[in-house]
């Protein structure tokens, strides 16, 4: 980690592909187009078929994880899947306005997610349900968003979990000044000895959002001011309906050079390598040496939302492709190969998904409409009698149809 | 004015004929000395901006203020107003109390959707889990002899905006009570200062940091009258004093109102005034299309509709973008395009 040279991928010396010479365009195109192929400098610790790759940079960041942790992030991702797919069950039945599955990306999710501490902080775009989960938010506490109940009401200081933010990238900046304050207050770069605290913040996005302003700026604030944050961009091949290629000639990992932090890419459907790179980042951050980039390429399974059709703009092949890749089923591969799971497992384990998306299916089912009034609820924190009023004078416009024999 | 009563500790007093906690200021020292007080009470209290640290910022407002607080809390920042605010976003969230600088109001749109989108909707979406104790700065209006984007109005595209508040400061003791009061707000406030006035000594009034200020929200009237009723915000005060002052030496006395604030709006002092005038004319610089005066005149009629002896009229910029500076003298309100309402109203 002393010169820029060495960025790309930390102590592997100066061969990486981002302190190369100018990439070639096929190389360009190579790297960008939505592919199964994550390139040479991918950091992999569990290969799709399950094999153990060793890392001598970052097994030391997963040497903790033996068999029954390796067991707990299998649940973690299968858990998380099923809840994923039962929410979409559910947006099919009315039951939700809508759902942003995160299908294929369980193991960048949860790898990250464990990775943090309870002093972290993240700032997830709206796809974070799994790194929700593995913060501690209840599964349930997502749904309200998606019911169009609520917007978000889980509690975001103690779980280290900020409110989903719609608009692409803005949440890159807010995290950005949260990390910033960490620095201010002295949360950053205390030694060991000394038994201080250190933080870290982790901003979550996709590639599509690499294009946006907001993320630019984040990345240029971050750097200036040193901030302890960890850019995790989870490159899913498509924004919606566009390719990578759309946003960007280089490899996304690589622009982490341009302004001077390290830029790594680690696949994004291996749970042991996101747990690893993001714990060797979150680390930098702590110690002082932040922010890093991580581009976690991994695979939009499904559509962006309900309300999109991937059969419009991708091939039904290239799915086929990924999951050859999938996250989970290396695991469940690695596992039975090792030893560590056998099939009474691998059926409680499922069992206890259904029973979870059981749970939240009666929960959903069940949650009861916001009040009238709840329109006019919080707007600001302090009293507002112009608001006040406004509503009182709506309640009684309503009460008035009850008054009529009809009902509220 | 008179001399406020000495205060309790006035053991210190130098000079026996004003007490030392007052101080005769122009608008933009009165900022600096109430931004610095405000960073005295609360150390969460940092600045973002352009330019403000070792400059103290094009207009000087934070002058020597990074000097004594240290760059962790007078931060100069990236020349990026998404990033300002949306970084002020993030401190806010994790507890602190920012206060950003936008150099120009014209500059302020690269962070407009930080402003609307988290700034403005975080305490709701959080139903008040997340506070948003942050003040944006904003200096505006014309009158300088500016290139484009230094001297536009845009206080109504934020004071349409819910979740925000709005205010406007027109003299010297505002300029030093507001701008604490906004940062102590646990709500998110934009703070139009009056560029040209900044420096203004004929504008230099006593200021006496003993004193008690009056809320943020509310409204004052500033010139008691009798013929018709003129509000004004911002540098637009200055304009409808010089008027009523014209008005009189004529034998018309106007009432004149400072708004102070333009989210929310507190009008029951003109509704008040209005009932009592049965005249109305709202003056802003900004164009007067779905502006601030479009608000004041549409609720006035709501509210003083058979106190009305005119229709409420509005002196206010063109509908044009900001012209050529050589031509704001015609662009921007003024004493006599007031008066020249206040005729149409007292005759009609």
Request: negative net charge.
């Amino acid at each position: 980690m002393s010169s820029p040279e060495q960025w790309a991928h930390p102590d592997q010396g100066a061969e990486s592909a981002a302190t190369t010479v100018q990439p070639t365009p096929e190389q360009v195109i190579a790297g960008l187009r939505a592919t199964t192929e994550g390139g040479a400098d991918l950091i992999q610790l569990l290969t799709p078929e399950g094999e153990r790759v060793p890392s001598p940079i970052f097994d030391p960041y997963v040497a903790d994880v033996d068999i029954e942790s390796l067991r707990e992030l299998y649940r973690d991702m299968v858990i998380v899947r099923r809840a994923d797919r039962e929410a979409n069950a559910m947006q099919r039945q009315g039951q939700l306005g809508i759902w942003v599955p995160l299908l294929g990306q369980e193991a960048a999710q949860i790898g990250s997610g464990r990775a943090l501490l309870s002093n972290d902080m993240a700032f997830p775009s709206y796809r974070e349900h799994g790194v929700g989960y593995a913060r501690g938010v209840d599964f349930k506490e997502l749904l309200g968003i998606f019911r169009c109940s609520d917007q978000g009401q889980w509690d975001f200081a103690r779980h280290g979990f900020h409110p989903y933010t719609i608009v692409i990238g803005n949440q890159v900046l807010n995290a950005c000044g949260y990390a910033m304050g960490q620095k201010f207050e002295g949360k950053v770069g205390n030694p060991e000895s000394s038994g201080g605290e250190n933080e870290a913040t982790i901003c979550y996005f996709g590639d599509g959002a690499t294009s946006q302003g907001d993320v630019h700026e984040g990345f240029v604030w971050a750097a200036v001011y040193d901030a302890p944050l960890v850019f995790f961009c989870q490159n899913n091949q498509w924004a919606i309906s566009e390719p990578t290629e759309r946003q960007s000639r280089l490899p996304l990992y690589q622009r982490a050079r341009g302004y001077g932090f390290p830029g790594m890419r680690v696949d994004g459907n291996d749970v042991l390598g996101c747990l690893a790179v993001t714990r060797w980042a979150l680390d930098a951050c702590r110690n002082g040496n932040g922010p890093v980039l991580i581009e976690a390429f991994t695979y939009r399974m499904d559509a962006h939302t309900t309300t999109d059709d991937p059969t419009r703009y991708r091939l039904s092949d290239e799915l086929e492709a990924w999951k050859l890749k999938d996250p989970i089923e290396r695991v469940r591969v690695h596992l039975t190969r090792n030893g560590g799971a056998d099939a009474d497992f691998f059926a409680e384990v499922d069992k206890a998904a259904d029973d979870f998306a059981a749970e939240l299916r009666e929960f959903c089912f069940t949650m009861p409409d916001p009040p009238p009034e709840r329109i006019f609820s919080n707007v600001y924190a302090e009293p507002s009698p112009v608001l006040d009023a406004e509503r009182d004078e709506f309640l009684s416009y309503l009460d008035g149809f009850a008054t009529a024999g009809g009902e509220r | 004015m008179a001399a406020p009563a000495k205060s309790a500790n006035s053991a210190t007093v130098n000079h026996p004929e004003a007490p030392s906690s007052v101080q005769n200021l122009t608008i933009g020292k009165a900022l600096n000395l109430g931004l610095r007080k405000a960073m005295e009470d609360n150390d969460k209290v940092l600045i973002l901006g352009e330019d403000v640290g070792k400059l103290g910022g094009v207009f000087r407002i934070t002058d020597g203020l990074q000097k004594d607080f240290g760059e962790q809390r007078v931060l100069d920042t990236p020349l990026a107003e998404s990033g300002i605010i949306g970084t002020a976003v993030g401190l806010a969230v994790r507890g602190f109390r920012p206060v950003c600088e936008i150099q120009f109001e014209g500059f302020i749109f690269p962070g407009f959707d930080q402003i609307n989108s988290q700034l403005a909707k975080l305490h709701y979406r959080t139903q008040g889990k997340i506070k948003m104790p942050v003040v944006i700065r904003v200096p505006y209006g014309g009158g300088i002899g500016a290139v484009e984007h230094h001297s536009e109005s845009p206080e109504s595209l934020f004071a349409h905006l819910a979740g925000l508040k709005v205010v406007s400061c027109a003299n010297p003791v505002d300029a030093y009570w507001m701008i604490q009061q906004a940062i102590t707000s646990d709500d998110p406030i934009l703070f139009f200062e009056p560029k040209r006035l900044y420096h203004s000594g004929a504008l230099k009034a006593p200021v006496d940091t003993a004193a008690t200020p009056e809320p943020l929200h509310k409204s004052r009237v500033i010139r008691q009258g009798t013929a018709a009723t003129l509000v004004g915000y911002g540098p637009s005060v200055q304009v409808c004093l010089d008027a009523a002052t014209a008005a009189s030496s004529e034998g018309t006395e106007l009432e004149v109102i400072d708004l102070r604030s333009l989210s929310p709006l507190d009008l029951a002092p003109v509704f008040d005034s209005v009932r009592r005038t049965g005249r109305l004319i709202a003056v802003n610089e900004a164009p007067s299309e779905s502006s601030l005066t479009s608000e004041i005149v549409a609720r006035v009629q709501q509210e003083c509709f058979y106190s009305l002896e005119a229709p409420a009229m509005r002196v206010t910029g063109f509908d044009t973008p900001y012209p050529p500076a050589k031509l704001e003298e015609h662009y921007l309100p003024d004493l006599d395009r007031v008066l020249h309402a206040v005729d149409r109203a007292m005759n009609w």
